[in-house]
């Protein structure tokens, strides 16, 4: 999409209450725009990254000694996961130093992002042109699927972790919110151990969300009405959409009545209770977690994806119909609303909305 401040954008991913000091390591290098808004990140790509991500992508897996080498990485990367567990399972954190937890913080953020970047290889940006070749990359989409979902099942622990566990400390140490220490980028944090905090009125700012654009090794973070400008060009969507396009994950076609599972939920377990066999499950992107939901609904609906996300892979499991990268299905339907789901062409036709 052409806007008024970049030459294109195209989504990436909806993720809930990521801190901006980790999405200011994770996407360093890249050519991205982040929106924070009611606790929900809006990523999109700028300009060519997506091409470039694509090009690099087909270029290595396309090489079996590079994919026999990931393979490997990944293994590595679940038994750090493992080891880094089982420390912080035994680990009485209040009783360490401020210096031992401000190295803690580092360490393990730096291994977040060693993860993240072998996670985000199989990102469907950087899988555009194999999933072109599909036919004939199809054993090569199987193993990268069950790597990225072994990889996303086996990594919520460091996630809980740094988000959790380290978070919550340094935010008792030094008097702090922890949701106001999600909105330090990693330099403020680092200051804070030397009990230099982010002035309020910027925490203050930043609350009623931020964009943060990344350049390469540059990033900024913007606010105010520049912010407002931004979000309402790039993020917000229409709401008299009748029809919504993706790609297809699992073929067929079925009409359902929608339920809608965000993760921006706190508790999702709850979520996926609620949930009813002959449902449509629409939701960002299906997690280890959404499973449940996944066996009773009729359809799969998602923001986002690409040929070896967990949605492409759970659905041709369960054999139900699937459209996938629709960018937008989150926001435009909602609880009840009548659909058909036509994953022979990709497309989810809204037959009544609930009133």
């Excluded at 042109?129 to 004939?136: A, G, L, Q, T, V």
């Excluded at 982010?198 to 390469?216: C, D, N, P, Q």
């Amino acid at each position: 999409m052409k806007t008024k401040y970049f030459k294109t954008t195209s989504f990436w991913a909806r993720e809930f209450r990521l801190p901006l000091f980790f999405q200011v390591i994770i996407n360093k290098g890249y050519k991205t725009i982040a929106f924070y808004k009611n606790s929900i990140i809006h990523a999109y790509y700028l300009d060519d990254q997506e091409k470039k991500l694509s090009d690099i992508g087909y270029k290595f897996f396309t090489n079996n000694q590079e994919v026999i080498r990931y393979q490997k990485k990944v293994n590595d990367i679940l038994k750090e996961i493992k080891n880094i567990t089982e420390e912080y399972d035994n680990l009485n954190i209040r009783k360490i130093s401020n210096n031992e937890l401000k190295d803690r913080f580092v360490n393990v953020l730096n291994f977040l992002n060693e993860y993240s970047k072998i996670y985000l290889k199989t990102e469907s940006a950087c899988l555009l042109k194999i999933e072109e070749n599909s036919k004939k990359s199809k054993n090569l989409i199987k193993k990268l699927g069950r790597l990225r979902f072994k990889l996303r099942e086996e990594g919520e622990p460091i996630f809980y972790i740094i988000l959790g566990v380290i978070s919550k400390e340094i935010s008792k140490r030094f008097n702090l919110k922890v949701s106001d220490l999600f909105l330090y980028n990693y330099d403020e944090i680092l200051k804070l151990f030397s009990n230099k905090k982010v002035r309020k009125e910027i925490i203050e700012r930043r609350k009623k969300g931020y964009a943060l654009v990344t350049l390469g090794n540059r990033s900024i973070i913007i606010t105010g009405e520049r912010f407002k400008k931004l979000f309402k060009e790039i993020v917000i969507q229409k709401q008299n959409i009748k029809e919504i396009v993706g790609k297809t994950a699992m073929k067929g076609k079925v009409k359902g009545k929608i339920r809608v599972i965000l993760h921006n939920k706190r508790i999702i377990a709850e979520e996926v209770s609620k949930f009813k066999k002959g449902e449509i499950l629409v939701t960002e992107m299906t997690r280890p977690d959404t499973i449940l939901a996944c066996k009773k609904a009729v359809a799969i609906i998602t923001d986002e994806g690409g040929i070896t996300s967990h949605a492409a892979i759970i659905s041709r499991e369960l054999k139900i119909p699937c459209i996938i990268a629709t960018k937008i299905a989150t926001q435009i339907l909602k609880d009840g609303d009548l659909v058909e789901v036509d994953a022979y062409k990709g497309v989810v036709k809204i037959l009544k909305r609930k009133k």
